[in-house]
């Protein structure tokens, strides 16, 4: 088994006698056992991270968790239908404005949103920008799309954090590669 330091290691990105360093110095707290052995909660790992500037590596998962965000409802099932006969393992999740979003954010906890930019009341320039201001959702991938694909669109976006801006309709082929996975072999 894995000490706790190991963990709270690959999550920080040092390496484990860092860890140990800080919890010795006082920087870290960690809880003792009867044994002596540390143990480290997440608030106080989190806490750590925020104040020292450091980020922190999401912990793995057997699934890619991707939260399409578009007032369209047509549009979104479309693309919850093509990226759930991929063979990689994957999540979705759908949402159909920036509220509903914000809820979801919160329990799903995407590693990637697809995000429309044109959507009633909280458009997705704001999303983008309310992810990417607040460190517990920051790590976010964020890829946009729209049916407007003006460059001063794609510029707003793109400075207000998402890593690209897809043209509506979609290609899937550059969906996919901007998810970062391969297309599969057999769409219909």
């Known amino acids: 088994t ?25 920087m870290l707290n960690a809880l003792t056992t009867p044994g002596g052995h540390r143990r480290y909660t997440k608030q106080h790992v989190e806490l750590f991270a925020r104040k020292h500037g450091i980020s922190i590596l999401p912990p793995a998962r057997d699934y890619l968790h991707i939260l399409i965000i578009d007032d369209d409802a047509q ?42 930019l044109m959507m009633p009341s909280l458009d997705g320039f704001s999303v983008c920008r309310i992810l990417k ?28 954090g998402a890593e690209t801006c897809l043209a509506k309709p979609l290609q899937l082929d550059a969906l996919f590669d901007a998810i970062g996975i391969t297309a599969p072999l057999h769409i219909d």
């Open 133 to 160: 201001e607040d460190p517990s959702t920051s790590s976010i991938r964020i890829i946009a799309m729209t049916g407007y694909h003006t460059p001063d669109n794609v510029e707003q976006i793109v400075n207000a």
């Open 75 to 116: 549009l979104a099932r479309y693309i919850h239908e093509v990226l759930s006969i991929h063979p990689d393992n994957i999540k979705l999740l759908t949402a159909s404005n920036g509220f509903e979003a914000g809820r979801q954010i919160q329990t799903f906890k995407p590693d990637v949103v697809l995000l429309d």
């Open 2 to 26: 894995r000490r706790s330091s190991d963990l709270v290691a690959d999550i920080l990105m040092v390496s484990p006698v860092t860890v140990r360093q800080w919890a010795q110095k006082g």
